[in-house]
């Protein structure tokens, strides 16, 4: 699946169609009024006689043109904005997603099991439904958006926010922190997934499971580096660490006040399984996963994770092997 470009004229949605038809009405009125104004400005320069009644040309061009042009403006936006989808809560599909700096923790409930999936910087929904996400933050005011899919929304500490997006062709979709966050801002993105309803409940389900065990010698000794290195401090993976990464889910339509185990870094269960690590910042594979692990700060500086300055060569490249097997 190709990443379209990020912007709100490449629209993958029935509300960013919307809001992409503003930008082009907007751009052609701005266009039109300004080559209008520039004609009246050159033919001032060029010092053709005054006009036989100046006051006429204030009423008309001055008055009655701005305001006419800027009621049907302000009445034709009313009426597109009305057809937006309403952000509710309701949808069959809800999601909770928490920004953090500079990371983003997204969490489904699977309605047959009752349990919760955790994941990170990717949101993955399926194509022809609304999806409403419940947004929030742990730190400071972020802001979520998605330009191919909706518009943007803030996501403020210790409130809810709501956003609906719909997809309607499947595809890779980019997103972005709106809202300056702090020192690696430009680089909290994240990743929006969409795709058939067959393959987002296979994509569940897959989700739902623990962590696959190693398949040989290497991988297991990767895996006792993520225990050796106490990793399980300030990330998950559920069935090596002890932790279940299951939390309770209250508040606005199960999305909200969200409690649990608290975690610094994402969850790791199935990371191998991610388009990116780092929020956006580097394709998942072995190579990047050992890059981040030796030394986070040359890649993101200011990141809350530190390096692992103590680990060996062959434990470094096992632990990426086996970050990359948990698919």
Not at 80 to 103: D, E, F, G, N, Y
Not at 214 to 220: I, Q, W
Not at 303 to 320: I, K, N, W
């Amino acid at each position: 699946m190709n990443v379209p470009s990020q912007s709100v004229l490449h629209p993958a949605g029935p509300d960013a169609v919307i809001i992409g038809q503003f930008a082009w009405v907007m751009f052609g009125a701005g266009a039109l009024i300004f080559i209008t104004v520039m004609a009246l400005l050159a033919l001032g320069v060029r010092g053709r006689p005054r006009p036989v009644r100046p006051m006429r040309w204030i009423a008309g061009a001055g008055i009655a043109f701005p305001a006419v042009v800027l009621s049907a403006l302000l009445a034709w936006s009313t009426w597109r904005s009305a057809q937006l989808t309403p952000q509710s809560s309701q949808q069959s599909l809800a999601i909770s997603v928490t920004a953090k700096m500079w990371w983003w923790e997204v969490r489904y409930r699977d309605k047959a099991s009752g349990r919760e999936v955790i994941t990170a910087n990717e949101i993955h929904i399926p194509v022809g439904r609304a999806v409403y996400l419940g947004l929030t933050s742990s730190d400071v005011i972020h802001s979520l958006w998605v330009p191919a899919l909706n518009g943007k929304r803030d996501m403020v500490p210790g409130r809810v926010t709501g956003l609906t997006v719909h997809a309607d062709t499947p595809g890779v979709y980019r997103g972005q922190c709106a809202e300056y966050c702090g020192e690696q801002h430009a680089r909290m993105a994240l990743h929006v997934v969409a795709e058939t309803e067959q393959e987002f409940d296979a994509w569940l389900a897959r989700q739902l499971e623990p962590a696959a065990p190693p398949r040989d010698a290497f991988l297991a000794r990767g895996r006792q580096a993520f225990i050796d290195q106490r990793c399980g401090a300030c990330h998950t993976i559920r069935g090596v660490t002890g932790v279940t990464g299951v939390a309770g889910v209250a508040g606005v339509a199960g999305v909200a006040g969200l409690v649990g185990e608290p975690r610094l870094g994402p969850d790791l269960t199935h990371v191998g399984s991610r388009l990116h690590i780092a929020a956006g910042t580097l394709r998942t594979h072995r190579g990047t996963l050992a890059g981040w692990i030796a030394d986070p700060q040359a890649i993101k500086p200011g990141a809350r994770m530190p390096a692992a300055a103590d680990l060996d060569g062959e434990s470094l490249r096992a632990l990426a092997a086996y970050l990359e097997h948990l698919k």
